[in-house]
């Protein structure tokens, strides 16, 4: 079978809020058919080399709280700092051989928004967050398709049950790290997979406000 099925925005343990161990994080992936994750944690890496080697392919990410909102940055090993701006964030990313990736552009607090969606030169945008509501993936979808900016999903997971509910179709049948990044720097993929319904989103909203409060009004 040709092409692989990859959720290119997984947290684990490394993130404050993430409840994954990197190992999990594996292991579910293989078991609901993925063949490749990214271990994209808020503001650090290191979870993928923890995680070690098997079939599955696992990428080292990193979701950066930059200025405008969260980035993501693959490839990386080293972590990028927050607080930085979004082209100082890709500057540094591009010269680390890393591919940028805007995750949940319409997001409240977190995401970038569309006007720096627009203005930053990402290799990539995510159409389907896994944790997004359907209004907010469908508007992302449409602004890809608008600025021609190849298109991923990724479920944003941060327990081990919600890894691949959201997802990237890869058209290559890529077999290393650098295959798949090289694939959506071309543009070889395609999203898919479900937001969350209204009843979720809403708790989870609530839940994430209240913990922004907890830890006096810093965004992770
Ligand atoms: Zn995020
Ligand atoms: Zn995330």
């Excluded at 092409?3 to 078991?31: C, M, N, W």
């Excluded at 080293?78 to 701006?85: A, Y």
């Excluded at 959506?184 to 209240?210: D, E, L, Q």
Aim: proline share 5%.
């Amino acid at each position: 079978m040709r092409g692989l099925k990859a959720d290119l925005h997984v947290h684990t343990t490394f993130s404050k809020d993430g409840k994954t161990s990197p190992a999990e994080a594996v292991k579910r992936a293989k078991a609901v058919g993925l063949g490749c994750i990214a271990l994209t944690d808020h503001n650090a890496t290191g979870a993928a080399a923890e995680a070690g080697e098997g079939d599955v392919i696992v990428i080292p990410g990193i979701e950066v709280t930059a200025k405008e909102g969260h980035i993501i940055v693959l490839g990386v090993g080293e972590p990028i700092p927050k607080g930085l701006g979004a082209l100082e964030v890709c500057d540094r990313a591009r010269s680390a051989g890393a591919v940028v990736i805007i995750p949940h552009p319409y997001r409240w607090i977190t995401g970038v928004g569309e006007k720096a969606a627009r203005a930053i030169p990402s290799n990539a945008m995510e159409g389907i967050n896994g944790r997004s509501m359907q209004g907010d993936n469908v508007r992302s979808v449409e602004l890809c398709a608008d600025l021609k900016r190849p298109t991923v999903g990724g479920s944003d997971a941060h327990v081990p049950e919600e890894i691949g509910v959201a997802y990237t179709n890869l058209s290559d049948n890529c077999q290393t790290v650098d295959g798949v990044l090289d694939a959506i720097r071309k543009g070889k993929c395609a999203p898919g997979g479900t937001s969350v319904t209204m009843g979720n989103a809403f708790k989870r909203t609530i839940r994430n406000f209240n913990a922004y409060l907890n830890r006096g009004g810093r965004r992770l």
